[in-house]
């Protein structure tokens, strides 16, 4: 890692710890940082912590009252959203319909700055008998039914530019295989377990604390096999981790990522939270963490673009080629072949193309013209634009890299 990417995760670090800032001991780029905490999802939050170096030492001032203005519209917005989401707990509390809030906003309350976590939509669970209901209620209200991105068991409802909701009518959306069983079987959403949590003024209903850890890291390790995490992604489970940590059973915790196969996952993960984030050691049984392991195993979340510290344009269209096909390890848990990589990167199901063929997400019956779409926009891209970075070739290699971290991981069947 360049030592701008070094200094942004020291940034970071001081603001989950409340600590001071210190001035680089060597010159930084910002423009690359802000780069990189914009796709990283943290950059609104580095405002106040930057502040604290002296003048010379911070971006200039350009930069400084562009990111000011970006946090402030953020949280305007943020508190637009908050009320309107008050309104529709309000709406369903009458008409009784049973409802928990996920992620999002519960994650927003562990922030310095609740405000200012980055975030496009809140989850809603919904109880199964409650979904007409809820639908109905969302109509009432005037949301509009977003039928590009809904899926199946997750429409998703949007209210101007105010408020998106995803609607989980099923807490593992269409994912199957062995782990979605053993998740299921642990049934987090119960209500014995529930909570409450007073976010900016709104009092929300949500997972258990052990449920919503548990939950969490199911759905980083869906985005790791998937498309990548980000930096916010990490800062999630670690403040989670330092406010919830002694309302955790650990003995209980760590049984069930045994049964989940995710021991070896969790580890790791926790690993780069302590050593690069300041995460509470309290979380380990005995002698599970390792400053070896944090710094080898994010170097090559790193070095193999798992973490994501760039918005290049052509690594969107990859979710469609190299990184996709990963994404049927969560599912299944299988042993991926050469030929399934190839396949995979050739021929994309309908679910794992981009939304540049949203055509062919909504009706795979047209999946085959979007095959030939996509081969054509490839090509479009590497000889007529002459764009090297657009090659099959290149998408098989950076898979195979890909394939074997999940291995190490875990999260990949190992041959």
Known sequence: MSENIKYLLYILKCIVCEENLSKPAKKIDWETIFAAAGAGEVLTILY??????????????????????????????KLQSYDLLEQ?????KKQKIKLMILKGPILSALYPEPLLRNSCDIDLYVEEENHTDMENLLDKMHF?????????TVPVYEYNSILTLEVHYRLYEEYAGERVECLESMDLPEEESRVTVNVCGVVMETLGYEQHLIFL????????????????????????????????DK??????????????FCRILFCIGCYYFGMTKNIFLGEGYS???????????????????NLEEWEKERRASSIVFQSISIG??????KRKIWLKTLFPSS?????RYMYARRYPIFIWIAWIHRAIHQCNLYFVRHNKAFSVAMDVKRAKQKITFLKELDLVQKE
């Open 88 to 92: 529709v707990l309000q709406e369903a």
């Open 291 to 309: 400053e070896e392991i944090a710094r080898t195993m994010l170097q090559q979340f790193y070095d193999t673009g798992i973490l994501k510290t």
């Open 351 to 355: 679910r794992d193309l981009s939304f």
């Open 144 to 152: 509009k039914k977003n039928l590009k991105h809904s899926k199946k």
């Open 217 to 248: 890291i199911f759905h980083l390790a869906k985005h790791i096999s998937y498309n990548g995490c980000t930096l916010k992604n990490m800062l999630d489970i670690v403040l989670y981790i330092n406010t919830y940590e002694k309302k955790i």
């Open 332 to 337: 299944q848990n299988k042993k991926i072949s």
């Open 251 to 264: 003995q209980d915790f760590w049984k069930k990522m045994e049964a989940l196969k995710y021991t070896t």
């Open 48 to 77: 106040k912590k930057v502040q604290e170096l002296p003048l010379e030492q911070q971006p200039d001032t350009e930069k400084m009252d562009w990111l000011k203005k970006l946090s402030i519209q953020i949280g305007i917005r």
